[in-house]
């Protein structure tokens, strides 16, 4: 985890990616996502199946986005905060944007891989920041180290409303869509990482969906060799297996039940099939506009995708305020 000389200190994040300025105009930004049909040394597809859109920042973005640790690590006031070039806070799941395109999406290190503090976002305070979670007054800590970079997907939320039918009726945790980066690198608390999803593993906590998208940094030297779940098994052998029994597991040392997994206990691949025409519809986001676009499914969808595609759509609902946000901080 990070460390702080001082009671307040800042640093340089490592932005693999771009940042949105908080409170600029926001604008749809599409992807093609398509057949599992690559060559080597590309990390993206090369046939086309369908088009998606995905809420992304229309503001000019800048990579001087900053990180300052306010307080002591593995104190009840310990904050990370996000600033962006001016000195202005910027809310990590709000305001980085989601997208890059290419099928790429920014990841934002709330858990270095090999730490066991149980950082998340404050989605109930301002801003945002990363902080250790607590029960009960005392700060949380996970049973054993994560052995992978752990955080979520800026601009998703998984709806507390909305039953997922796929997977067994299960509500949304009201968070942000977490991901498991399986890199070789261990990143920082606050990092901003371009990673390629591969596979989705859909955790039942406590009877919530709590969806754990499996992906790589593109900065990872094996990057290019993976592309789908298949593709793990064959150059990380076990590791899906491993992060599901992870997850199922660790609550078991302090007297609770094992986790459970839908669509049948497995990560789901890219081989989701979803016949379907959606009409085009666009919604205004506060500033922002969300564009549903006409999407023409006819085939094979990467499961992760839709995943990340429908959570950005109810955190755009959230934004919108067309879905209640309870204690969620909008800023």
């Given at each position: 985890?990070?460390?702080?000389?001082?009671?307040?200190?800042?640093?340089?994040?490592t932005v693999s990616s771009t940042a949105a300025l908080h409170g600029l105009r926001s604008r749809s930004s599409s992807?093609?996502?398509?057949?599992?049909?690559?060559?080597?040394?590309?990390?993206?597809?090369?046939?086309?199946?369908?088009?998606?859109?995905?809420?992304?920042?229309?503001?000019?973005?800048?990579?001087?986005?900053?990180?300052?640790?306010?307080?002591?690590?593995?104190?009840?006031?310990?904050?990370?905060?996000?600033?962006?070039?001016?000195?202005?806070?910027?809310?990590?799941?709000?305001?980085?944007?989601?997208?890059?395109?290419?099928?790429?999406?920014?990841?934002?290190?709330?858990?270095?891989?090999?730490?066991?503090?149980?950082?998340?976002?404050?989605?109930?305070?301002?801003?945002?920041?990363?902080?250790?979670?607590?029960?009960?007054?005392?700060?949380?800590?996970?049973?054993?180290?994560?052995?992978?970079?752990?955080?979520?997907?800026?601009?998703?939320?998984?709806?507390?409303?909305?039953?997922?039918?796929?997977?067994?009726?299960?509500?949304?945790?009201?968070?942000?869509?977490?991901?498991?980066?399986?890199?070789?690198?261990?990143?920082?608390?606050?990092?901003?990482?371009?990673?390629?999803?591969?596979?989705?593993?859909?955790?039942?906590d406590e009877g919530e969906l709590d969806w754990k998208i499996v992906a790589i940094s593109l900065d990872d030297p094996?990057?290019?060799?993976?592309?789908?779940?298949?593709?793990?098994?064959?150059?990380?052998?076990?590791?899906?297996?491993?992060?599901?029994?992870?997850?199922?597991?660790?609550?078991?040392?302090?007297?609770?039940?094992?986790?459970?997994?839908?669509?049948?206990?497995?990560?789901?691949?890219?081989?989701?099939?979803?016949?379907?025409?959606?009409?085009?519809?666009?919604?205004?986001?506060?500033?922002?506009?969300?564009?549903?676009?006409?999407?023409?499914?006819?085939?094979?969808?990467?499961?992760?995708?839709?995943?990340?595609?429908?959570?950005?759509?109810?955190?755009?609902?959230?934004?919108?305020?067309?879905?209640?946000?309870?204690?969620?901080?909008?800023?």
């Open positions: 985890m990070a460390t702080a000389a001082t009671s307040s200190a800042t640093r340089f994040a992807t093609c996502h398509r057949a599992s049909f690559f060559l080597p040394g590309r990390s993206t597809p090369i046939s086309l199946i369908s088009r998606r859109r995905f809420v992304a920042p229309s503001a000019l973005l800048k990579s001087d986005l900053r990180v300052k640790e306010d307080g002591q690590p593995e104190t009840l006031d310990y904050r990370v905060f996000f600033l962006d070039g001016s000195g202005k806070k910027v809310s990590p799941w709000h305001d980085v944007p989601l997208h890059l395109g290419d099928g790429v999406y920014n990841f934002i290190v709330e858990i270095p891989k090999g730490t066991s503090a149980k950082m998340e976002v404050a989605t109930d305070e301002a801003y945002t920041p990363i902080k250790q979670d607590t029960k009960k007054g005392k700060l949380r800590f996970y049973p054993y180290n994560i052995n992978w970079n752990y955080g979520l997907l800026p601009q998703t939320w998984e709806d507390p409303s909305f039953a997922n039918a796929e997977v067994e009726g299960a509500f949304g945790d009201n968070d942000p869509v977490d991901i498991v980066e399986i890199g070789e690198r261990r990143a920082n608390i606050g990092d901003i990482l371009k990673v390629k999803p591969l596979a989705a593993l859909a955790m039942i094996r990057a290019s060799l993976v592309n789908d779940a298949d593709d793990v098994e064959k150059h990380f052998p076990g590791t899906l297996t491993a992060i599901r029994d992870w997850f199922r597991d660790y609550k078991i040392p302090d007297g609770k039940p094992a986790n459970k997994f839908g669509l049948g206990n497995k990560a789901a691949n890219k081989n989701h099939v979803q016949k379907a025409i959606l009409p085009v519809s666009v919604r205004p986001i506060g500033e922002a506009q969300v564009m549903s676009g006409v999407w023409a499914v006819s085939g094979c969808e990467e499961y992760a995708l839709k995943v990340i595609r429908e959570t950005n759509e109810s955190w755009a609902k959230l934004m919108k305020r067309s879905a209640p946000a309870g204690d969620l901080s909008l800023v």
